[in-house]
């Protein structure tokens, strides 16, 4: 289905670099569009342009509302194939800046020498449109390969809230018997070395609570139980837990408590995250710090109250370790690479994508978008301490014939 060779990917190339120019407009006119994930109705509205786009290569589209109904409605595009080959590729439609952020720090499109600025250049707008890039590229290269395969376009509406309803509509559509699950997330690229992601981090979401005994600070001090001397204790353990060695890392990332400075604090609470590749690690240590639940190190002088703490798993979302079926698509990349005089690394992630919610159902591969920086920023200073997210416009191109002459390997396999 196709010829993967030097010829085939020079014409790619040609024919992406024509094209350049209206790969362009559609991001700036994607950029344009406000689609903060609390903003449902600028996230449809995306998704319709979206749908617009990719309709001229025949695809056809339909909408999945999310779980939480304060979120947009997911999008679908499905083109059917003339073989069994099913090969899913995902993005996601929303960002993590409100209208109000993006107004406040004027963060809209804007072009600095090799560098596009704008909310979601990178995350992920700029993938969406590789996509675009990669199918069309097979279609104008490999017209074979593309019409052989029934393509699967999922895109979140919901990915900056780690939605795992999106996990489940991706299991269902792509499938298990898919040649795989291509994730268009940003993907390192300099020079000559690029990679590919195999694996993420797992992620849990902790809160920790301590109830102390409130008591004047200066008249019974004694008779009181501070609740935040009560939750630097549990803090510390907790952080403890971290282990470089195992790639396992415990971050405190809010702490409040307390509320006159002339009272022992009767009530405090920690919001924590955990991350770690291993899933085996992952749930020994989540293991570790749920069995602080009920913890008492604490007391009021006169022995009459203990403080109490309590341990709430607030949210999951399992690792994506390293393992063979991922490794197995990286090899398409890293032959396609050779063949275009590229090196195509292996990375592994700590950030989470999609790829954690289905990697142990299909084969998944992430980092396929552009290169780019500065993700979920969308302040500039003027001393450039401070710049906004950007992907780089020169590795459109480059990525989307990596890519395409990767599925045209895969398929052949």
Sequence with gaps: ???CNTETAAMMHSFL???MHRYMDILRE???INSFTLNPDGVNRLADYTAGVFRDLDFTDERVQSVNPSYGRHLVLSRKGASPIVIGCVSHLDTVFSPEEEERNNFRWRVDGDRIYGPGTEDIKGGTVVILMTLEALKHAAPE???GV????????????ESVDFGDLCRRLVGSNSFGCLIFEAGRMRDNIFSVVTSRKGRAEIKITAEGKGAHSGVSHKNGASAIAQLADVIGRIEAVTDYKHELTVNVGRVAGGSQINRVPHFAEAHAEMRAFSPAVFDKALADIMALDGYSSVKSADGGFACRTAVELVRKVPAWPDNPASEKLHSFWESAGRLLGLTVNLEKRGGLS?????WDYMPTIDGLGPAGGNPHCSQHSDDGTKEQEYAVKSSFVPKA???AMAIIRMIGS
């Design 1 to 3: 289905m196709g010829a």
């Design 17 to 19: 670099e024509k094209g």
């Design 30 to 32: 994607m950029i344009g």
């Design 145 to 147: 390969a593309f019409d």
């Design 150 to 161: 029934t393509w699967s376009i999922l895109m979140d509406a919901s990915e900056e809230t």
């Design 354 to 358: 999609d790829g954690n919610y289905f």
């Design 401 to 403: 014939v990596l890519n």
